[in-house]
């Protein structure tokens, strides 16, 4: 089967999050079962290309102010998949991917609406996939524009489309003329479309219009469908239940694993687990705390500054956790607000608290390798990577049981010597205190704490469970979508005048 991937991120072309890293591994698992995989990206000012090869030097995007010309490159294929880069500089040759430091860019609509359809058109020449697999609200357009504008383009009459839903948080909104500048019929403007408290939902277009949403974990394609963690389109997925599922993210280990790490001082193993030591040694380093005693347990945090990742309960706990035996490590970016939080904990506690400021691929390995743990107290979380990342590195996480985090982490047991990780539900400083302290006593007894370790580092999130889940999410979609055309062309033939 031939997949299209159109998403706004794939690892090591662009980054912010997860999403990259998931774009970036999918597609080499997916064509490792045979699947034919293309995938589509912008080509931003951050991608290096070592050699791009133009593939299609001029896409006409028609908008209704003036029409726009793109091209198409190809940085070749990979490990089985051919990638392209729909090229457009006044759109994507920026200092950031989505925004400046004073808010999204104002034509994001417009920016990844030209991306959309340029990988429609682009996919006529380079060939027509069975099965659109689009990502979040950047790439949410595609089954809008093939259901709407490209509904009787005969190139397209039998392609499926797929829809991943990486974070419910983000869902691209804007004013309703975006529409006619898009050129998309007003019609999308209706509640059982792509309206939305008087906007225009461009995630919201895709969730009502794909053949099949998937999410990236089975507990979080649960909770989006309740008024807690549906972000008001709750009611859009309870009444397509029958077509979302989740299927938890894979990780990639050559990557993320202690024992090839490129990134890291020394390597070990679950067998030789010697070397995390140097490792942590050179953390505290990093983090400018040289002289602190490497026997006090280490809490690693990397992550995007967003509300979602729960940091007002560390703020809310951090004096009480001060008097702890313990050092925190912080490396993130995003939000203002948390990095002033993180940059004031630190003044105040200058010997438990350390915060970089920065997105920084080699230090975040760094964390995951010499931290003992890994906190990550979100108060939501659609999978979540580093938790996964974690185990393999012997780095016991602490987790809220949400989403992901909570499909992923099994609770230490000391008694039966079972389990990965600490969890706690209620959204509380002193839940997520507790459970700190849970850790740091287990911490205390190096035997145990070890089992705790190994038995993170032996599970196995390998991508391939993950992507066999994804080849049968596409042969259904292919179906549903056989069944959508099949009753279209009944509702025509219905339509037929009798002759006779
Ligand atoms: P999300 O997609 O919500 O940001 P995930 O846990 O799914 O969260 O993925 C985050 C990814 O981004 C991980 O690969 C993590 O290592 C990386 N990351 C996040 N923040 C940083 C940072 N400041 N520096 C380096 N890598 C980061």
Redesign the pocket.
């Known amino acids: 089967m031939h997949i299209a991937f159109a998403a706004s991120e794939c690892v090591p072309f662009s980054?912010?999050?997860?999403?990259?890293?998931?774009v970036g591994a999918l597609p080499r698992a997916l064509a490792a079962l045979g699947h034919q995989v293309s995938v589509y990206v912008p080509r931003y000012r951050q991608s290096k290309l070592s050699d791009p090869q133009t593939v299609v030097r001029s896409i006409t995007i028609p908008f209704d102010d003036k029409y726009r010309f793109c091209s198409v490159v190809t940085a070749g294929t990979t490990a089985g998949v051919r990638l392209y880069f729909v090229d457009y500089p006044p759109y994507f040759d920026r200092d950031a991917l989505y925004g400046s430091p004073a808010g999204d860019y104002p034509d994001n609509a417009e920016r990844f609406a030209l991306f959309s359809r340029a990988v429609l058109e682009a996919s006529k020449i380079l060939g027509v996939p069975h099965v659109f697999h689009c990502h979040d609200w950047q790439s949410a357009l595609i089954p809008v524009m093939l259901r709407t504008l490209y509904a009787e383009d005969p190139a397209f009459r039998e392609v499926a489309t797929v829809f991943t839903i990486?974070?419910m948080g983000y869902q691209g909104l804007f004013p309703p003329d975006i529409l006619p500048l898009l050129t998309l019929p007003w019609e999308l403007l209706t509640i059982s479309k792509m309206e939305f408290f008087g906007q225009v939902n461009f995630l919201k277009g895709a969730l009502v219009l794909s053949d099949y949403v998937t999410t990236?974990s089975k507990k979080y394609s649960q909770e989006i469908q309740t008024t807690e963690y549906g972000f008001g389109l709750e009611g859009v997925l309870r009444n397509r239940a029958a077509t979302v599922t989740g299927i938890l993210?894979g990780v990639d280990y050559d990557e993320w694993s202690p024992q090839t790490d490129k990134f890291t001082v020394a390597k070990y193993s679950p067998q030789d687990l010697s070397g995390k030591l140097q490792c942590k040694k050179d953390l505290l380093n990093t983090f400018g705390i040289a002289d602190a005693n490497s026997k006090l347990p280490v809490i690693g945090i990397?992550?995007?500054f967003?509300a979602?990742?729960g940091f007002d309960l560390i703020s809310q706990i951090m004096d009480r956790l001060a008097r702890e035996e313990m050092i925190l490590l912080v490396?993130?970016?995003?939000d203002k607000l948390y990095e002033e939080m993180f940059q004031r904990l630190h003044k105040q506690f200058p010997n438990k608290i350390a915060a970089?400021v920065?997105?920084?691929?080699a230090?975040?390995h760094k964390i995951?390798a010499g931290a003992d743990m890994f906190l990550?107290p979100s108060r939501y979380?659609?999978?979540?990577?580093?938790?996964i990342?974690s185990l393999k590195y012997g780095t016991v996480p602490i987790v809220r049981a949400t989403g992901?985090l909570d499909d992923t982490i099994e609770p230490w047991d000391a008694r039966s010597g079972k389990g990965t990780g600490f969890k706690f539900t209620d959204y509380t400083g002193e839940a997520l205190l507790a459970t700190i302290k849970q850790a740091l006593l287990a911490y205390q007894d190096p035997s145990s704490w070890q089992t705790l370790m190994r038995n993170g580092m032996a599970r196995d999130f390998s991508w391939g469970a993950s992507a066999r889940e994804y080849g049968k999410v596409y042969d259904r979609a292919r179906q549903a979508r056989a069944s959508a055309d099949a009753a279209t062309v009944t509702a025509d033939l219905k339509k037929e005048p009798v002759l006779g």
């Not at 980054?15 to 998931?22: I, R």
């Not at 490396?331 to 995003?334: A, K, N, P, Q």
């Not at 920065?358 to 691929?361: E, I, L, R």
């Not at 979380?381 to 938790?387: S, Y």
């Open positions: 980054k912010t999050g997860g999403l990259a890293d998931v990486h974070n990236v993210n990397v992550s995007r967003a979602q990742k490396l993130g970016s995003g970089k920065a997105f920084d691929n230090i975040a995951e990550m979380e659609p999978c979540g990577l580093n938790q990342y992901g």
